[in-house]
């Protein structure tokens, strides 16, 4: 338009032609600038209510505790913030910050949360090693006492005791743990048994011992008898008797203890 003004006139018959193509062109584009002006008005309308929208949505979130469901909300309202598009110069930066303040409370709530779980579950996960290191002295002593079962099954109810210090460690050093456990106590059924092989051993040699023992008695007492016949005299006959009935006391009880290791063995 200024160039126009500039270049003067081509005499009044053909400015009124030209003039009236070149309006035209004008009217043309300025219409057209407007019915955009228009359109952008609309959607910015619509996006600043969208947004707005997302931001009450945002402050329901702000405060929340459930830190993995709500993180994940988050990221669908920003997906959406960007798909909304803009909400003019006007609103745009008020808009945002509002979003975005609410986004940052959380995540700042939520980081905070997580550093201090994260320095709870190390001090949790070196409580569970010293158990561990305790767990591996003890089985690599070998020495299966009462004293050492006893303490290994308390390390077992202290480990509960102290709690999650977070998955993939927790899985990994359980693991370790578990495997020393499981170590000490194959070697305990195995010590025990070998014990109980010799306890059993001994209680079969004490047997066979009173068992001789039994023989042996009738044997002498057969002896005594035999030798009875022989005798002359009331007292030496007497005193046979007695002897052969010590020797039956004798056999009584040899047989009672027999029974108490029968029935030691059958348990």
């Given at each position: 338009?200024?160039?126009?003004?500039?270049?003067?006139?081509?005499?009044?018959?053909?400015?009124?032609?030209?003039?009236?193509?070149?309006?035209?062109?004008?009217?043309?584009?300025?219409?057209?600038?407007?019915?955009?002006?228009?359109?952008?008005?609309?959607?910015?309308?619509?996006?600043?209510?969208?947004?707005?929208?997302?931001?009450?949505?945002?402050?329901?979130?702000?405060?929340?505790?459930?830190?993995?469901?709500?993180?994940?909300?988050?990221?669908e309202l920003f997906a959406r913030w960007k798909e909304a598009g803009s909400a003019g110069r006007?609103?745009?930066?008020?808009?945002?910050?509002?979003?975005h303040a609410s986004r940052q409370k959380f995540y700042a709530a939520r980081d905070a949360y997580?550093?201090?779980?994260?320095?709870?579950?190390?001090?949790?996960?070196?409580?569970?090693?010293?158990?561990?290191?305790?767990?591996?002295?003890?089985?690599?002593?070998?020495?299966?006492?009462?004293?050492?079962?006893?303490?290994?099954?308390?390390?077992?109810?202290?480990?509960?005791?102290?709690?999650?210090?977070?998955?993939?460690?927790?899985?990994?050093?359980?693991?370790?743990?578990?495997?020393?456990?499981?170590?000490?106590?194959?070697?305990?059924?195995?010590?025990?048994?070998?014990?109980?092989?010799?306890?059993?051993?001994?209680?079969?040699?004490?047997?066979?011992?009173?068992?001789?023992?039994?023989?042996?008695?009738?044997?002498?007492?057969?002896?005594?008898?035999?030798?009875?016949?022989?005798?002359?005299?009331?007292?030496?006959?007497?005193?046979?008797?007695?002897?052969?009935?010590?020797?039956?006391?004798?056999?009584?009880?040899?047989?009672?203890?027999?029974?108490?290791?029968?029935?030691?063995?059958?348990?």
């Open positions: 338009m200024t160039q126009w003004k500039a270049a003067g006139s081509a005499g009044k018959e053909k400015d009124d032609v030209l003039w009236e193509e070149f309006n035209v062109a004008r009217n043309t584009f300025f219409d057209r600038k407007h019915t955009h002006w228009e359109d952008m008005q609309t959607k910015f309308e619509q996006a600043r209510k969208v947004k707005e929208e997302l931001i009450e949505e945002a402050k329901k979130l702000e405060d929340s505790t459930a830190w993995q469901a709500s993180g994940n909300a988050f990221k006007e609103y745009e930066d008020d808009l945002w910050n509002a979003f997580y550093d201090e779980l994260h320095e709870k579950q190390d001090a949790l996960y070196q409580q569970k090693e010293e158990l561990l290191a305790k767990a591996k002295e003890i089985a690599e002593n070998t020495l299966f006492t009462r004293e050492d079962t006893a303490a290994m099954k308390q390390l077992s109810v202290d480990w509960k005791a102290v709690g999650f210090t977070g998955k993939e460690r927790d899985d990994e050093i359980w693991k370790a743990f578990r495997d020393v456990m499981d170590t000490y106590f194959a070697g305990l059924k195995q010590f025990n048994e070998s014990k109980h092989a010799q306890w059993r051993q001994r209680m079969e040699d004490r047997r066979m011992r009173k068992t001789e023992l039994i023989q042996e008695q009738k044997r002498q007492i057969q002896r005594i008898e035999r030798d009875m016949v022989a005798l002359l005299g009331e007292r030496a006959i007497e005193d046979a008797k007695e002897r052969i009935a010590d020797k039956e006391d004798f056999i009584k009880t040899l047989e009672a203890e027999i029974e108490e290791l029968d029935k030691a063995l059958a348990q």
